[in-house]
């Protein structure tokens, strides 16, 4: 039951792309920003890359070719499509931010380069889907670690980073925008190269294109906007090595005129000079690769790294030390005055509850729900009346099917039965009223709201375990306040009514026994029973408790956060109490079991709103639920 609850509750989550919930922000630049989501299909973290389209691009994206194979050319006549050539559809929206990337990273499958999982558009924001890695930056790692860098770590990063781009350039793919922020390091020590964002195809020279960079890691020849070939990355590699093994980096500069002046002139420092252990032969090597013409470079990324790699550590035990120092900074075991580490996002029990898992939940509870309804109006036609009778268990079927597929068509079903049983065990007013209320109910709140069908049934459901007081908080908490309290009303009915089938003369706002009613203990006169409750002013003041109760959490679950969410569940189980305590003093007998159904059901509550509300992004779910509260904006059932 209480991931039914669950389930109908999820319907205000906020999710990217219907099916990525927010975790954290990771970073933003000129692109947008990236964040930290939990995939709710596949049950795993994601890096998502936000990028905004201009106007242009994102209608574009939106053009019928965008999703089929036709082109739309400028010009004359243009906005028809001309031709089904896939490969002019391609080249036409080349352009769209995000998706060069996409299709780039999609060539490169390697342990060493962050994959690439999917690029989709939704209005105006283009979002690129990518693995992601739990652990530090490169820069991160310098600024943090630089006093505990060995040549083991160096040649774990420059092994893992010439690794990937020797990958990339066997592809015809060129980075372009190799940097430290642009290297990642997971929790097991495993370097990663990110962002192919500005990765250009070579053509069938070795040539290709850029259309920008990062100062500090440009080659003349790209700052210039020359062809480019794999030496471009050559040169970016041996910058962010020797920024390693010297600790600065000479290139950087406010702009690109003096960016080209201080490769030009460049002062370097010999690397071979800042380690006891490391080999002069580096400096000559390291220059090199860092030489101003690239003619006078290696002829590739392979070559340099053959060349640099013996003179450096120890990679498995390079691998090691990174592992440990990312785990440091995951746990920081002392203070210190740098920059605090990032804090990991934990992932709530909520995202580990898969989509389906709960889709499944919420369906049972509506088959459920209207399976005992059904078993209920079965017992009082005697021909489907007993436990031991074929056609009880082919109603009770009937009835399980219809709410699994249908929530509210399987509510219907079962109360229009119910009234027909009313009717056949010698009750036609209490029938016919039934079956008018059920219609009138349906068609102007349970048909027009996927979840009213599955709140309602929530009382039968409820009431048959005992813990009838769930109803009016779960009612509150999931619909609009009119909504809420007309639904709140019905309950009552419908609770009298299965209450006074029995003969234990049970509260019908704490419970109604269901196993005494399929056992074949029904009331001799069901009207009489049903009447005892309306001259009950015990029964009035709970019925007005929990109609009050329904519209009060409703309207404090008006202010979407997760705040008023639990103070909302915790305001009506209080004004319930209030109710219970009232009802307790006007009786001479104790009330031991109301009380404890009573306080189940708060409890059963909280324990749903813990699970289904996420602590971080709370904005977030504010936005969206603001949505989920308009007029305009309503749920169908699946």
Avoid at 39 to 67: F, M, Y
Avoid at 75 to 96: I, K, Q, Y
């Amino acid at each position: 039951m209480v991931l039914g609850i669950i389930g109908a509750m999820t319907h205000s989550e906020h999710l990217i792309l219907n099916r990525y919930k927010p975790l954290s922000r990771a970073g933003s630049g000129g692109f947008g920003t990236v964040q930290v989501a939990w995939d709710t299909r596949i049950q795993r973290k994601v890096a998502i890359k936000c990028i905004e389209l201009s106007e242009i691009d994102a209608a574009r994206a939106a053009l019928p070719g965008a999703a089929a194979p036709q082109v739309y050319e400028s010009g004359e006549g243009a906005g028809a499509p001309e031709t089904n050539d896939e490969e002019t559809l391609v080249r036409f929206l080349s352009h769209v931010p995000g998706l060069d990337e996409a299709r780039t990273a999609a060539m490169l499958t390697d342990a060493n380069i962050v994959a690439v999982y999917d690029f989709e558009i939704q209005g105006t924001t283009a979002y690129l889907i990518m693995e992601y890695v739990e652990g530090l930056t490169l820069t991160q790692l310098l600024g943090a670690y630089d006093d505990q860098l060995t040549l083991d770590i160096v040649a774990a990063v420059f092994a893992a980073i010439s690794h990937a781009l020797e990958m990339a350039h066997a592809n015809q793919v060129l980075h372009l925008d190799i940097k430290p922020d642009n290297v990642l390091i997971n929790e097991k020590g495993q370097v990663k190269v990110t962002d192919f964002g500005l990765a250009t195809l070579a053509d069938a020279t070795g040539y290709g294109t850029a259309g920008g960079g990062t100062i500090g890691y440009m080659p003349l020849e790209q700052m210039r906007q020359e062809n480019l070939d794999e030496r471009c990355d050559e040169w970016a590699l041996a910058s962010v090595v020797y920024w390693m093994l010297v600790g600065h980096n000479p290139f950087f500069a406010p702009d690109l005129k003096r960016a080209e002046s201080a490769i030009e002139d460049a002062e370097l420092v010999l690397p071979s000079l800042c380690w006891d252990d490391l080999s002069p032969e580096v400096d000559e090597i390291l220059f090199c690769a860092l030489d101003p013409d690239r003619e006078q470079r290696f002829d590739s990324v392979d070559e340099f790294a053959k060349a640099l790699m013996p003179h450096l550590g120890r990679v498995k035990q390079g691998t090691k030390d990174l592992a440990r120092l990312v785990e440091d900074a995951k746990n920081p075991q002392t203070e210190c005055e740098e920059e605090p580490q990032e804090v990991y996002p934990h992932i709530p029990l909520r995202y580990r509850i898969t989509d389906t898992q709960i889709a499944v939940a919420g369906r049972a509870c509506s088959a459920a729900g209207s399976a005992l309804v059904g078993a209920a109006a079965a017992s009082l036609i005697t021909p489907t009346a007993g436990l031991l009778n074929p056609l009880f268990w082919v109603c009770v079927v009937a009835f399980l099917v219809l709410g699994a597929l249908k929530g509210h068509v399987g509510f219907l079903a079962s109360s229009i039965f119910l009234g027909a049983g009313l009717i056949a065990h010698g009750a036609p007013a209490l029938g016919i009223v039934a079956i008018v209320l059920s219609g009138l109910w349906w068609y102007f709140v349970g048909q027009m709201r996927g979840c009213a069908a599955q709140v309602l049934l929530a009382a039968p459901l409820s009431g048959a375990l005992g813990l009838a007081p769930v109803a009016p908080l779960v009612s509150g908490y999931m619909l609009r306040p009119v909504r809420a309290l007309v639904t709140t009303a019905y309950s009552v009915f419908v609770m009298a009514i299965l209450a006074s089938l029995t003969t234990d003369g049970a509260n019908p706002l704490y419970g109604w026994n269901a196993l005494a009613l399929v056992q074949g203990a029904v009331a001799p006169d069901i009207q009489q029973s049903f009447s005892a409750f309306l001259v009950s002013p015990s029964f009035w003041c709970g019925c007005a408790g929990w109609i009050g109760v329904s519209g009060l959490v409703s309207l404090i679950r008006l202010r979407p956060t997760r705040a008023f969410a639990f103070l909302s569940v915790l305001v009506g189980g209080t004004v319930l109490c209030l109710v219970s305590a009232t009802d307790t003093l006007r009786s001479s007998s104790p009330a031991i079991m109301q009380w404890v159904s009573l306080l189940v059901s708060i409890l059963l509550m909280l324990v749903a709103c813990v699970l289904t509300l996420e602590p971080q992004y709370e904005e977030e779910a504010a936005e969206f639920d603001k949505a989920y509260w308009s007029d305009e904006e309503e749920f169908e059932d699946d």
